[in-house]
């Protein structure tokens, strides 16, 4: 099955039972989706924004973490304190043979989180805010979690965000009532430019008041 199949696959989830299934039984082959064609511009793009953005010193959730690309590239350049969540345990299994988080949970964003009040100093969510994943309401438990002045770093597709309604209501209304704030929101850019995905990403960056 192609990484596009595979996406649709996941896409079409009808409840997050499906879409866990989905995930378990893409977890073998998703690090060689994802990178196969050596260049996974998310990575580096979420990198860049991170040393611009968060101290080597701070504590990170990588939600939703998948096999643990974005915590390996993190790693990769200096930062050491990484916790990764996923809703699929298989996806978590491969994360920990990555050797780079130094905890690892199986939660689902959307439902309450297992962490205290202001546990992290930033928190970054690659792929995870899209068609029939993780609902506007998680940014709620991603906020109470965060440190006040840590950061909400975010992909998101911009025809996705144009096509709901509630996530650009949620987004507005958490920055009118003064919890959070857009610090950028970057270019356009192609995650898989060496593949037929010519789907546009961006990348959100919200600081936690």
Same mark, same amino acid.
């Given at each position: 099955?192609?990484?596009? +199949?595979? @996406?649709?696959?996941?896409?079409?989830?009808?409840?997050?039972? !499906?879409?866990?299934?989905?995930?378990?039984? %893409? /977890?073998? !082959?998703? +690090?060689?989706?994802?990178?196969?064609?050596?260049?996974?511009?998310?990575?580096?793009?979420?990198? !860049?924004? /991170?040393?611009?953005?968060?101290?080597?010193?701070?504590? $990170?959730?990588? /939600?939703?973490?998948?096999?643990?690309?974005?915590?390996?590239?993190? #790693?990769? !350049?200096?930062?050491?304190?990484? @916790?990764?969540?996923?809703?699929?345990? *298989?996806?978590?299994?491969?994360?920990?043979?990555?050797?780079?988080?130094? *905890?690892? #949970?199986?939660?689902?964003?959307?439902?309450?989180?297992?962490?205290?009040?202001?546990?992290?100093?930033?928190?970054?969510?690659?792929?995870?805010?899209?068609?029939?994943?993780?609902?506007?309401?998680?940014?709620? *438990?991603?906020?109470?979690?965060?440190?006040?002045?840590?950061?909400?770093?975010?992909?998101?597709?911009?025809?996705? #965000?144009?096509?709901?309604?509630?996530?650009?209501?949620?987004? /507005?209304?958490? *920055?009118?009532?003064?919890? %959070?704030?857009? $610090?950028?929101?970057?270019?356009?850019?192609?995650?898989?430019?060496?593949?037929?995905?010519?789907?546009?990403?961006?990348?959100?960056?919200?600081?936690?008041?």
């Amino acid at each position: 099955m192609s990484i596009t +199949d595979r @996406v649709s696959q996941v896409y079409s989830s009808k409840n997050n039972q !499906e879409l866990i299934a989905n995930y378990d039984r %893409w /977890a073998e !082959e998703y +690090d060689q989706d994802f990178t196969g064609d050596g260049d996974y511009v998310s990575l580096q793009k979420v990198a !860049e924004i /991170a040393l611009k953005r968060i101290p080597k010193s701070a504590k $990170i959730l990588d /939600a939703a973490a998948g096999t643990g690309l974005v915590g390996k590239r993190l #790693y990769q !350049e200096g930062y050491r304190h990484l @916790v990764a969540i996923d809703m699929s345990q *298989e996806m978590l299994n491969k994360a920990r043979q990555k050797n780079v988080y130094s *905890e690892l #949970y199986q939660q689902v964003l959307g439902e309450p989180l297992d962490f205290s009040s202001n546990s992290f100093d930033a928190n970054i969510n690659v792929g995870v805010f899209t068609y029939n994943h993780a609902p506007s309401h998680a940014f709620d *438990e991603l906020i109470r979690i965060t440190k006040p002045e840590g950061y909400i770093i975010f992909t998101m597709r911009p025809d996705f #965000y144009e096509s709901s309604q509630d996530f650009q209501a949620k987004m /507005a209304n958490l *920055e009118s009532s003064g919890q %959070w704030q857009l $610090i950028e929101r970057g270019d356009k850019y192609y995650s898989h430019p060496n593949t037929n995905q010519k789907t546009p990403v961006e990348i959100w960056t919200y600081q936690v008041k």
